[in-house]
């Protein structure tokens, strides 16, 4: 059996890992916080102290951070996955990052005899929870048909859409319907309201019709209950739509719909909402009644 080396357990990353240890894998964990990793380690994982001491123990690696730039400080450098993992170890980052560094950390992995793979997900804390992402992947054919059955302890929808760096620009693609989706999922429940209607029993007619989408059925719901507890941070969709913009003005495309929603986003994450789940973005609207 496999040795999985995981490193980054937040919201979806911790459900991540689980499902993979509830599939029989053995799991080695690395965290910056060690607290945050406890469940996993109280269900049976293993502690590696050290980036390097995790790559040396592990067949396949997975990485699921915050930022590109910490993709960057766990895959490159003296102490890194790169530069210590054992020839022939799998690299899987699954973080939602520029689809260029994809691309250096797959070159520069083959330079090492290492196979890496980009798969970031989407499905938010439900679907890494119930083992439901999706999962888009960048990379060689051959390298992907090892590791599915790994990723398939982690999601249901699974599609290789290229080479590397395809995998990010997926994301990015998915990132960019959200981004307007979200406004017009938070006016439709404002106008709902302001109408005097039952937002949930608008939620009841239009989530079946051709108005349907994730964000509505799960998102919209949090909304109306005034729960905005982070699926995904605010912070990290930032972040998100900000790499899309960037790639976007690369292929020479304008995004209006992109860039109103990391405006209003920006708006919330300056008072003090960066921590919260995406579905905050309904206190925008409410702020401006």
Request: hydrophobic share 40%.
């Amino acid at each position: 059996m496999k040795t999985i080396g995981f490193i980054g357990t937040g919201v979806m990353g911790k459900s991540m890992a689980a499902n993979i240890m509830n599939a029989g894998y053995n799991v080695h964990i690395y965290t910056r916080t060690k607290q945050k990793a406890s469940p996993l380690l109280t269900a049976g994982a293993t502690w590696m102290p050290t980036i390097k001491e995790l790559s040396q123990t592990s067949d396949i690696i997975i990485t699921m951070v915050g930022y590109p730039v910490d993709v960057e400080n766990v895959y490159f450098g003296e102490d890194g996955i790169i530069a210590n993992a054992r020839k022939g170890t799998f690299l899987i980052d699954m973080t939602t990052s520029k689809p260029s560094l994809a691309i250096e950390i797959y070159e520069k992995a083959k330079y090492q005899q290492l196979f890496a793979l980009d798969a970031p997900v989407s499905g938010g804390d439900i679907g890494a929870r119930n083992g439901s992402l999706a999962i888009m992947v960048g990379g060689e054919k051959e390298h992907f048909q090892q590791v599915l059955p790994i990723l398939q302890t982690m999601g249901t929808n699974i599609k290789l859409q290229g080479d590397p760096g395809a995998g990010q620009h997926t994301k990015l693609s998915n990132q960019i319907t959200i981004a307007s989706n979200m406004i017009g999922v938070c006016e439709s429940m404002m106008y709902a309201k302001k109408a005097g209607l039952n937002p949930l029993g608008v939620l009841d007619s239009i989530t079946t019709g051709a108005a349907g989408s994730w964000s509505l059925s799960n998102l919209a719901p949090r909304m109306i209950q005034e729960d905005y507890e982070p699926g995904f941070y605010i912070k990290h969709f930032i972040k998100d739509m900000q790499i899309a913009l960037e790639s976007a003005k690369e292929i020479g495309l304008e995004t209006p719909g992109l860039t109103l929603s990391l405006q209003l986003y920006e708006e919330l994450a300056e008072k003090g909402e960066a921590d919260s789940g995406t579905q905050a973005l309904i206190k925008w609207f409410m702020n401006k009644q």
